[in-house]
């Protein structure tokens, strides 16, 4: 094979092969017998023979240095000649059999020699041949995107390894992030999986931006031509609604910020007392009784009614000195049996026989009564304020009206100074509650429980509505379910099939409940996937892609408190895979992102980074193997990735395919536009205006028709 011979190695280290090129080879190509081969050249791949296998290793430098050459005779003449020299990473192994591995087990030597590579090579890289049936576990077979130095040649990746163990999408903003994640999609839905389409997906997009709608639904123009294949589900502002009874403690806590000295504990106890009505169910003396005084008395706690020494009032009760009842405070007692009557049923509802048949003795006893019951139900509150965190309904309005007080009267001697330490908390959930933009995406004016709520919202949310839908339904969800399906343009979903894509549109969000909502939404996916029988675990992998990732994920804290979306999108990167969760993150700033879940992606698709601190996060992240691929990154032109990790069979630079449709994420043209003779009404000041007040979107499209309606 000496024919094939391009220089020789002349220094190794644990990856990169320094290689001096052969005096001969007077020009960048050698010809073969079957072509004429390229040598030299960034990007392109060299071979080191070692024994029956092949080192392959990326071109990343090249070089001429001058060389003094000292003549033989004696006078010594000194003369130069240059020689070229390449830096080559090694990135993988090429084994007797053919098969392609990424890494390298065997080193060259000093004088290893060097070959170029062929075609046969490159078929091996880059996986080319054509089989019968792919391994989907093994194999390297979805194409998204071309060689740039090969053009010839496909990129393939694995989709189990790409989502298996999640994935980020990194550039600078206009570098092509949206397009490279759409295209990728498209290809998914777009191959054959041995004879079989895709109709099980789950792909939920936390779009930032609102610009993947048309990518996935397509337009009339250019609808998306397998549209009934991806059916995807947009949910727009008027039906991203997130219920707040499904948020646990920590939620709350972040969402209303109590004070942890006085006021959280306060708040916590009334969160219990308020989802766990139902299951405690009120006592039901107090509901029979209260109003007509006979135990109001009993309101405070019970060391209070053991410490009565004195004339005191209790409620609408009056006691003498010698604790002896003297009667209804500024009310008529028509006769003592009436009075007894009531006590006596009071008395029967807890359980205690009637023998008593005078007052004193009577009221004593129910006093007796109470105390116990009162301890009976305390000890079994605090059993199930265990609960807190379950998703139960409850009344938002209730909880700052009546939950407060009841957890406030629940504290011995300190009710009046712990309401006044609350009143500024109960002021700001009163707020949040008058404040619409934050009411409606969390349904805290939600009067009703929604039948079924839980069940509804993860399936609308997973894009399997329709396993779960009834036409008779009437709540929110169902409703803009029905939106959809009347539709009837290329936007309509089908009604009898999942939906394999999700967008959400987190666009018109107000900050203060972005972070509450993704979390609340990326936590709900987890825990339910969670409570799968084991034998079900992984059977429902899903794709959680959250798109400009720095708002979700940040490493550094806004302010004083940690961001509950970060929490849970780290717990979902470090556990969600057992479970069939995968992360796809993409963002321009990836030095701002959390390093705990960029440590846990194991594939990286890079386009452009000039940043020099996301340049060198970047190289952090990767083995230090790629670093010299990466210095790329700044010149890399749109379109172009450097693709690495366990998704592509080998470190590699690709132009990526085009999305079609695209995201509408285009640069906008200036010259064109301020050239452009604009209609008069453009742009619609006036119904841009009017949407806006109402806290939506202007639809140009939407508003003619509601225009011909009327």
Avoid at 200 to 211: C, L, S, V, W
Avoid at 369 to 390: C, F, G, H, M, P
Avoid at 398 to 406: K, P, Q, S
Wanted: glycine share 4%; aromatic share 10%.
């Amino acid at each position: 094979m000496s024919e094939r011979n391009i220089g020789k190695v002349i220094s190794v280290d644990s990856f990169r092969a320094y290689i001096r090129l052969d005096d001969d080879l007077k020009s960048l190509y050698k010809s073969g017998y079957e072509d004429i081969y390229e040598v030299a050249r960034i990007n392109s791949y060299v071979i080191i023979p070692i024994g029956a296998d092949r080192i392959v290793a990326m071109v990343t430098s090249v070089r001429a240095i001058d060389e003094t050459e000292l003549g033989k005779n004696k006078e010594a003449i000194f003369l130069t000649k240059s020689a070229r020299y390449l830096v080559a990473t090694m990135i993988g192994t090429i084994e007797n059999s053919g098969k392609y591995i990424q890494g390298v087990y065997n080193y060259p030597i000093l004088d290893n020699p060097v070959w170029y590579v062929t075609r046969q090579d490159l078929d091996n890289i880059f996986d080319q041949k054509e089989k019968s049936e792919i391994n989907f576990e093994d194999d390297y077979y979805l194409p998204i995107g071309t060689s740039p130095s090969f053009s010839d040649y496909k990129i393939k990746i694995n989709p189990d390894k790409l989502f298996g163990k999640h994935a980020a999408i990194l550039g600078n903003t206009g570098s092509g992030k949206s397009c490279t994640f759409a295209s990728i999609i498209q290809s998914l839905f777009e191959f054959e999986y041995n004879g079989k389409n895709l109709k099980n997906a789950h792909i939920i997009i936390f779009d930032t931006n609102g610009e993947y709608r048309q990518a996935f639904q397509g337009t009339k123009v250019n609808p998306y031509k397998k549209l009934n294949v991806v059916n995807a589900f947009h949910i727009d502002r008027n039906g991203m609604k997130v219920p707040f009874w499904f948020m646990n403690f920590a939620d709350f806590d972040f969402l209303f910020e109590p004070t942890s000295g006085t006021q959280a504990p306060v708040f916590k106890r009334a969160l219990g007392l308020a989802k766990n009505q139902k299951v405690i169910g009120a006592k039901p003396i107090l509901d029979k009784f209260t109003e007509r005084g006979i135990l109001s008395l009993f309101d405070a706690s019970p060391d209070d009614i053991k410490k009565r020494k004195c004339t005191q009032s209790y409620g609408n009760w009056v006691y003498k000195n010698n604790n002896e009842i003297l009667g209804l405070a500024n009310t008529i007692v028509p006769n003592g049996n009436q009075l007894l009557t009531e006590i006596q049923s009071a008395l029967s509802l807890l359980g205690a026989s009637n023998t008593v048949n005078d007052e004193k003795n009577a009221l004593l006893e129910l006093e007796g009564k109470y105390l116990e019951y009162s301890s009976t139900q305390n000890v079994e509150q605090i059993a199930i304020e265990k609960n807190i965190d379950l998703p139960i309904w409850f009344n938002f309005q209730d909880l700052i009206t009546r939950f407060f007080d009841e957890a406030i009267n629940e504290q011995e001697n300190s009710g009046n100074r712990l309401r006044e330490f609350v009143s500024t908390l109960r002021l700001r959930l009163q707020s949040y509650l008058s404040d619409e933009r934050i009411a409606q995406p969390l349904l805290l004016n939600q009067t009703d429980e929604i039948t079924n709520a839980l069940a509804k919202f993860i399936s609308f949310i997973l894009g399997d509505f329709c396993k779960v839908y009834k036409t008779e339904d009437t709540d929110l969800f169902a409703n803009y379910y029905k939106e959809h399906l009347a539709k009837d343009d290329v936007e309509k979903l089908v009604a009898e099939n999942p939906s394999q894509v999700t967008i959400i549109d987190m666009s018109l969000l107000p900050f203060e409940v972005l972070e509450t909502i993704t979390g609340l939404i990326g936590r709900l996916i987890l825990e339910f996937v969670s409570r799968f029988p084991e034998s079900d675990r992984g059977k429902l992998p899903m794709v959680i892609a959250l798109e400009e990732a720095q708002n979700y994920i940040p490493e550094k804290n806004r302010g004083d408190r940690e961001s509950i979306a970060k929490k849970v999108f780290e717990r979902i990167a470090r556990e969600g895979r057992k479970y069939g969760i995968s992360l796809l993150v993409s963002s321009q700033r990836p030095s701002e992102l959390s390093k705990t879940v960029l440590s846990q992606c194991n594939s990286f698709i890079i386009h452009r980074l000039q940043n020099p601190e996301d340049q060198k996060y970047v190289r952090q992240l990767v083995s230090a193997a790629n670093e010299d691929i990466l210095q790329q990154l700044p010149i890399l032109p749109q379109q172009h990735v450097v693709i690495m990790g366990d998704a592509v069979r080998t470190p590699v630079q690709a132009k990526m395919n085009t999305a079609s449709p695209r995201p509408n994420s285009n640069n906008p043209k200036f010259i064109e536009n301020w050239t452009m003779d604009l209609p008069n009404d453009f742009p619609n000041y006036e119904k841009i205006a009017e949407a806006w007040e109402k806290g939506e979107k202007y639809n140009p499209t939407t508003t003619n028709k509601n225009e011909h309606r009327q």
